[in-house]
């Protein structure tokens, strides 16, 4: 049989909760399909801190550089808040394992099931069908990343910021190559995401996605948004989109907005993509759910895992080739929630599950 290796980060809070779960669900789904998995745990975020001083720590790191992929949970909490802010785990952890990494690519799936239409805050009349769109975000590059960046007191007393956003035509070329790929296998539609009526960084990101997608990719319908009126048409119609595509900071926000009207974070997972292979010949990379640690629930046994089981699945798919099984855990979710299955996040009405029994019912419809 196969066997995938693999490095575990639950992270903080509700993280080792709903990976516990997940886990479970990678260990049937490889009874099924025939291939085993062997994975790794290590500290990462604020349990890191608490137990090596650090938020990534070196053991964390070389446990990470012998995996094919790294299963990520959740970092943070208020445990942690007083701490300068290059020291918090968010800032901490994350930055720095998406560097180490060079974890270039964020794919996030908007998916909302027409069952769930509750759940969002647009009308029903807008999502007759719900949702079902894809935000690729470049996580390497832009402001969070340029330099310089810095604080420092000005002569007259006064504290001033620097932060520098920075693209070259190499990285906007990779990013696009993915929205490529990603709309290749769905509607065949990208929009990409700027603001060239002002930014520097913006008028090279269109004109090289422009001409990238005219090379590379001239049967793939491609439009260009400014930022601000992205934000607002996600919110009329999410459904105008297929697949959208942008830059780093443009793409937090965005994503965080999708996450939004597609109801609960609790269902949305994501994939962070490396830019190297890892032992199979796949991309590296991590897989994460798009929430965070959740502290007012953490401990109680009632967050929801679908996130973290759909996290597993595109790990499965990307990282490991494994698209049968991938899909096969994706169907599982699916049938288990729109059968009435569903934590306090999404019940609307329904008797709420904990976490436990949220799994077992994904167990189930995988079955």
């Given at each position: 049989?196969?066997?995938?290796?693999?490095?575990?980060?639950?992270?903080?809070?509700?993280?080792?909760?709903?990976?516990?779960?997940?886990?479970?669900?990678?260990?049937?789904?490889?009874?099924?399909?025939?291939?085993?998995?062997?994975y790794?745990?290590?500290?990462?975020?604020?349990?890191?801190?608490?137990?090596?001083?650090?938020?990534?720590?070196?053991?964390?790191?070389?446990?990470?550089?012998?995996?094919?992929?790294?299963?990520?949970?959740?970092?943070?909490?208020?445990?942690?808040?007083?701490?300068?802010?290059?020291?918090?785990?968010?800032?901490?952890?994350?930055?720095?394992?998406?560097?180490?990494?060079?974890?270039?690519?964020n794919?996030?799936?908007?998916?909302?099931?027409?069952?769930l239409?509750?759940?969002?805050?647009?009308?029903?009349?807008?999502?007759?069908s719900?949702?079902?769109?894809?935000?690729?975000?470049?996580?390497?590059?832009?402001?969070?990343?340029?330099?310089?960046?810095?604080?420092q007191?000005?002569?007259?007393?006064?504290?001033?910021?620097?932060?520098?956003?920075v693209?070259?035509?190499?990285?906007i070329?990779?990013?696009?190559?993915?929205?490529?790929?990603?709309?290749?296998?769905?509607?065949?539609?990208?929009?990409?995401?700027?603001?060239?009526?002002?930014?520097?960084?913006?008028?090279?990101?269109?004109?090289?996605?422009?001409?990238?997608?005219?090379?590379?990719?001239?049967?793939?319908?491609?439009?260009?948004?400014?930022?601000?009126n992205?934000?607002?048409?996600?919110?009329?119609?999410?459904?105008?989109?297929?697949?959208?595509?942008?830059e780093?900071?443009?793409?937090?926000?965005?994503?965080?907005?999708?996450?939004?009207?597609?109801?609960?974070?609790?269902?949305?997972?994501?994939?962070?993509?490396?830019?190297?292979s890892?032992?199979?010949?796949?991309?590296?990379?991590?897989?994460?759910?798009?929430?965070?640690t959740?502290?007012?629930?953490?401990?109680?046994g009632?967050?929801n895992p679908?996130a973290?089981?759909?996290?597993?699945?595109?790990?499965?798919?990307?990282?490991?080739?494994?698209?049968?099984?991938?899909?096969?855990?994706?169907?599982?979710?699916?049938?288990?929630?729109?059968?009435?299955?569903?934590?306090?996040?999404?019940?609307?009405?329904?008797?709420?599950v904990?976490?436990?029994?949220?799994?077992?019912?994904?167990?189930?419809?995988?079955?």
């Open positions: 049989m196969k066997t995938y290796t693999f490095a575990v980060l639950p992270g903080d809070g509700i993280g080792p909760e709903v990976m516990e779960v997940a886990l479970e669900v990678l260990k049937v789904t490889g009874e099924k399909f025939g291939f085993n998995l062997h790794k745990n290590a500290d990462i975020g604020g349990i890191a801190i608490d137990n090596h001083g650090l938020a990534f720590p070196d053991t964390t790191k070389a446990i990470c550089e012998k995996s094919d992929a790294i299963l990520f949970g959740s970092v943070g909490g208020p445990k942690w808040e007083n701490l300068p802010p290059k020291e918090q785990p968010e800032r901490a952890a994350l930055l720095p394992i998406r560097k180490a990494f060079n974890l270039y690519a794919v996030r799936p908007g998916l909302l099931y027409p069952q239409t509750d759940a969002s805050p647009l009308k029903k009349e807008r999502i007759p719900g949702i079902d769109i894809v935000c690729i975000r470049e996580l390497t590059g832009g402001i969070y990343f340029g330099q310089p960046k810095s604080t007191t000005l002569p007259n007393g006064e504290e001033q910021a620097i932060d520098t956003m693209y070259q035509t190499s990285e070329e990779r990013i696009a190559q993915v929205a490529i790929d990603t709309a290749c296998a769905r509607g065949g539609k990208v929009c990409s995401i700027d603001k060239a009526n002002v930014l520097e960084t913006s008028v090279l990101w269109r004109k090289v996605v422009t001409n990238y997608f005219k090379e590379h990719a001239p049967e793939i319908e491609l439009s260009h948004m400014y930022v601000d992205a934000a607002m048409q996600l919110a009329r119609d999410p459904n105008q989109f297929d697949v959208l595509f942008t780093n900071m443009f793409g937090d926000i965005l994503s965080d907005e999708m996450g939004v009207i597609c109801g609960s974070l609790g269902m949305l997972a994501s994939a962070s993509l490396g830019a190297n890892n032992s199979l010949g796949h991309p590296f990379g991590l897989y994460e759910p798009s929430g965070g959740a502290p007012d629930i953490a401990g109680m009632i967050a679908c973290q089981i759909l996290s597993a699945a595109m790990m499965l798919r990307y990282s490991f080739g494994e698209q049968e099984a991938a899909s096969s855990i994706e169907k599982a979710v699916e049938v288990a929630v729109t059968s009435g299955t569903r934590t306090g996040d999404i019940a609307f009405g329904l008797e709420s904990d976490t436990a029994s949220m799994g077992a019912a994904v167990l189930q419809s995988l079955a």
